[in-house]
């Protein structure tokens, strides 16, 4: 939010022509005011500048924040926060329903102490799309999008009411509804602005989303990262987001993408390379002559995956290229040229060369070099050269499941569908379909297996979900959308649909082979995560790929196929057909890219949002300030977060005689930890639908009930393929409860101590939390009685959830972990010597008594990494935080 006021450093100054005029703070200003080389700072490291500058107000953001920032060292950046505060939020439904409860469970939290209500208030716009409630029930069928949306209604009608209710009671919260698109591609096609105004002043247009892949706005030029939807909901209601200050990684690119390689391939390889270079908590800019050679879209692609390599942003400075994209897109003229002459006079314009700007160290990659390639079966950075697929799988096939393998030791599977089937084939995402160039790939490439007679075989559940409803125009328009139909590829929806798991019910005939046989089929999509149980909980083995790539392996009907020299198929006449017969040529795809794509389509689908949603228009919410709690919903429940809620924080204490819920190894993801699919009937949040009279046709997902959480806490840790290695005979979310000794699920052992006043604690390795920017794992296991969890090394935004939750993150010592420690979960815990006066990054003393009454101590590293972090910690979390603050007031 702008301050106009000041004048800080004497570096407000004007912006006008004919069609604009404008104030600005500007950026060469402070430089010549003696604070900083503005010149050779990463892009992205001014736009935050700009931030602080802009919004100093001498008591959240200080001239020493901005002086520090200034100064930023490229190799030795301080170890100061920057208190950035975003221009906007974005939202997509499983974390937004949740986020607008937190919400009004804070106004109903003010109201009972008598205060004003009204205070909680967003003071940034927030945008909430609706994207990911819509599950693919029907496919392959020219109507599979009218009944997939009407069951979309029939299921959520309880969570869109309350998102309606938010609407009117929120001046500043505004909802996309379904059947629209996936946010990030709405927000790259049509919310972003890359710079805003506000009372006449001009300033970078920066994001936070509770979404991890909020990052693909970085492809515009925009800065803008996921966070969880505790820290979204702060900065709504005004604070800042805090951030270490960054290192940044320079990737500079050369040369050009080869004849049928696509921005996949480069996506892929480039998640490969940067997770190999360890960038957890670091900004990555692209720059180069290589970066000036890639469309848009194709930016936005790299940018998207960034939540996979690790780093906080992937960003692409703005260029002519973005003001290209924007006039396609629709938006006004004279908003462009503003835009450009905003960005020119705060030197943010254009792509930086090799040499010209200071960046912490810099990754060659040469485009050239890029090969075609998928990425699976397990994690997105584990890419595979198309040419090795086929002999890649069958070496994990029987590879020992301790080894990161599928363990088959026998049989193969009888009749159509064998280890390695294919059995969904789905183009969706927004990674992919936000891109022209491979979703007409795609579509030229049905084109050509249709003439030549090919079939994509019925086992294979095939499914086309756009990102935006622009992409069905320009199918449409190129004439490829009756082939991608012809070979079952109709669209199913406008939505995440099986990127997050919603791939809905696999055909029965292969659900029975797969259960008969233990299978390990496959499925492919154009999507940016392949986590175990993510795609379909009966699904072991995942593949990321292009759009063209899902269509090719979706008619071969297996993985293990080498499609360099094998034929993808046979037509009628028994004539073998190979991947080079079909595979689109670059000039094909331009040509249709010319025809197809234009500014019209962008308009007239966005300036029509209200017509394409009739469903939506239908409904009717409640209205007030006050959300009027309904006890016996299944769907939306008061959350127990501000029970007994009081103006001034207890003290923090030590926490002693702790028992182990759970041991998990490395990669544990927050799809491990909160699933967002589908609820097993035996799982205990299944036995809660049941006993309140939910059918189990009618459970729907986890991610759809985030705004219950009874729900919600029984399915913490309840993904089926999670492994608790004090259970190292079972998958699932089961446990060993002591000092019984009894094998119980998760919730029914934290139920245990929790009755008993017995506070647990959760062990586990490496890249602890990684995936989505998940808020309920952590919020599941603050109301399951954790009280601290113990790992090798944290994801970002999930450290930074367990803070705002009030759950203490530590670290092992280098070279320590559980194995380490021979940890069994039959351990008593206990963490001391913090509580007097925590600070950021101190050691803390655990010691663990075993069950034969040894007793042995270890240093812990608190992952507590700032002075507001321990500020949130000590308020029991950082919505506690933000309520005193306002009450105080």
């Not at 909430?128 to 949306?149: C, K, P, R």
């Not at 249709?450 to 190129?478: F, W």
């Not at 034929?567 to 040509?591: F, K, M, S």
Request: with cysteine; net charge negative; glycine share 8%.
């Amino acid at each position: 939010m702008p301050h106009p006021s000041h004048n800080l450093f004497n570096t407000r100054r004007s912006l006008g022509s004919e069609r604009f005029e404008c104030a600005y703070y500007s950026l060469p200003a402070l430089a010549e005011a003696g604070e900083g080389s503005i010149e050779i700072l990463p892009v992205s490291i001014r736009i935050l500048l700009e931030s602080l500058l802009r919004n100093y107000d001498g008591h959240q953001i200080t001239e020493q924040d901005v002086i520090n920032l200034a100064n930023w060292d490229a190799h030795s950046p301080k170890a100061a926060e920057i208190p950035f505060k975003p221009a906007r939020v974005v939202a997509q439904d499983f974390t937004g329903v949740p986020l607008v409860v937190d919400i009004a469970a804070m106004r109903s939290a003010v109201a009972e102490l008598d205060g004003d209500a009204q205070m909680i208030e967003p003071l940034v716009p927030v945008d909430l799309v609706i994207d990911h409630s819509i599950q693919v029930d029907a496919y392959g069928t020219e109507n599979a999008f009218q009944f997939n949306t009407r069951r979309e209604f029939e299921r959520n009608k309880e969570r869109y009411e309350f998102l309606k209710w938010g609407q009117q009671a929120f001046e500043k919260f505004k909802i996309i509804p379904p059947s629209i698109g996936i946010v990030h591609q709405v927000n790259l096609e049509y919310l972003a602005q890359v710079v805003m105004t506000e009372e006449s002043v001009a300033y970078p247009d920066t994001v936070v989303g509770t979404d991890s892949h909020t990052t693909m706005i970085n492809g515009l030029g925009i800065v803008g990262w996921g966070v969880g939807g505790i820290e979204a909901e702060a900065a709504m209601l005004g604070q800042p987001v805090y951030i270490l200050t960054p290192e940044v990684l320079g990737v500079h690119m050369k040369g050009e993408l080869q004849e049928g390689v696509t921005a996949t391939d480069l996506v892929l390889t480039v998640t490969q390379r940067l997770r190999a270079a360890a960038v957890v908590g670091k900004f990555v800019e692209f720059f180069g002559e290589g970066v000036e050679a890639l469309a848009l879209p194709d930016r936005a692609t790299l940018s998207n995956m960034c939540p996979e390599y690790g780093a906080t942003i992937g960003f692409f400075p703005p260029d002519a290229e973005t003001m290209n994209y924007l006039r396609l897109t629709g938006r006004d003229e004279a908003h462009v040229d503003f835009v450009e002459a905003y960005l020119k006079a705060q030197g943010l314009f254009g792509i930086p060369r090799l040499g010209e700007v200071k960046y912490s160290d810099v990754l060659e990659i040469d485009l050239s070099d890029i090969e075609p390639s998928i990425a699976g079966p397990k994690r997105p950075q584990d890419r595979i050269a198309l040419s090795d697929v086929k002999n890649t799988f069958n070496e994990l096939l029987t590879k020992p499941i301790a080894d990161d393998g599928f363990g088959v030791t026998e049989g193969t599977g009888d009749g159509n569908i064998t280890h390695g089937s294919v059995v969904i084939s789905a183009i969706t995402s927004c990674t992919n379909t936000s891109n022209p160039s491979v979703m007409i790939g795609a579509g030229l490439l049905a084109k050509k297996a249709v003439e030549k007679g090919l079939r994509v075989p019925d086992y294979v559940k095939t499914s086309l979900a756009p990102g935006s409803r622009v992409v069905t125009e320009y199918l449409r328009n190129t004439g490829l959308l009756p082939y991608l139909e012809k070979l079952g590829y109709n669209v199913v929806g406008y939505g995440c649909t099986t990127c997050i798991g919603n791939s809905g019910p696999l055909n029965e005939v292969v659900q029975e082979a797969i259960d008969t046989e233990n299978l390990v089929t496959a499925s492919v999509l154009s999507g940016n995560r392949n986590f175990e149980a993510r795609v379909h909980p009966e699904i072991k083995a995942n593949f990321l790929m292009s759009p063209p790539l899902v269509v090719a392996y979706g008619l071969a009907g297996r993985i293990d196929i080498d499609l360099a020299t094998e034929p993808i198929g046979h037509n009628d006449a028994g004539e073998a057909v190979y991947l080079r017969d079909i595979w689109p040529t670059r000039q094909e795809i331009a040509d249709m890219i010319s025809a197809a794509v234009d500014r019209k389509t962008f308009k007239e689908i966005y300036e029509s949002i209200g017509n394409q949603a009739p469903e939506w228009e239908e409904l009717a919410g409640a209205t007030g300030v006050l959300y009027p709690w309904n006890e016996r919903s299944t769907y939306i429940q008061h959350p127990p977060f501000f029970e007994g809620f009081s103006r001034e924080p207890a003290q923090i204490s030590d926490i002693v005689d702790t028992r182990i819920l759970g041991i998990f190894g490395d990669s544990v993801t927050t799809d491990h930890i909160s699933p967002a699919g589908a609820i097993a009937a035996a799982s205990p949040a299944g036995s809660y639908l049941q006993e309140c009279g939910v059918e189990t046709q009618d459970f729907n997902t986890y991610g759809a009930r985030r705004g219950n959480d009874r729900v919600m806490s029984r399915g913490t840790f309840a993904n089926r393929r999670v492994r608790n290695l004090m259970t190292p005979d079972v998958e699932g979310g089961y446990t060993v409860q002591y000092p019984q000794g009894t094998q119980t699920t998760i919730y029914e052992a934290a139920l245990h101590y929790s009755e008993n006043d017995i506070p647990t604690v959760i062990f586990a390795g490496q890249d602890y939390g990684m995936g989505s920017s998940r808020d309920w794992a952590a919020k599941g296991p603050k109301l399951l009685g954790v009280k601290a969890v113990v790992v090798e090394s944290y994801e970002r935004i999930h450290r930074s959830n367990l803070i705002g939750m009030g759950i203490l993150p530590l670290q092992f010592k280098d070279g320590e972990n559980a194995q380490t420690l021979d940890l069994d979960g039959s351990e008593i815990i206990s963490i001391t010597g913090f509580a007097d006066d925590l600070q950021p990054g101190q050691m803390t003393t655990m010691k663990i008594v075993r069950s034969n009454g040894e007793a042995h101590t270890t240093e812990l590293l608190i992952r507590i990494d700032s002075p507001v972090e321990v500020e949130y910690y000590k308020h029991g979390g950082i919505l506690d935080y933000v309520i005193r603050n306002f009450l105080s007031i």
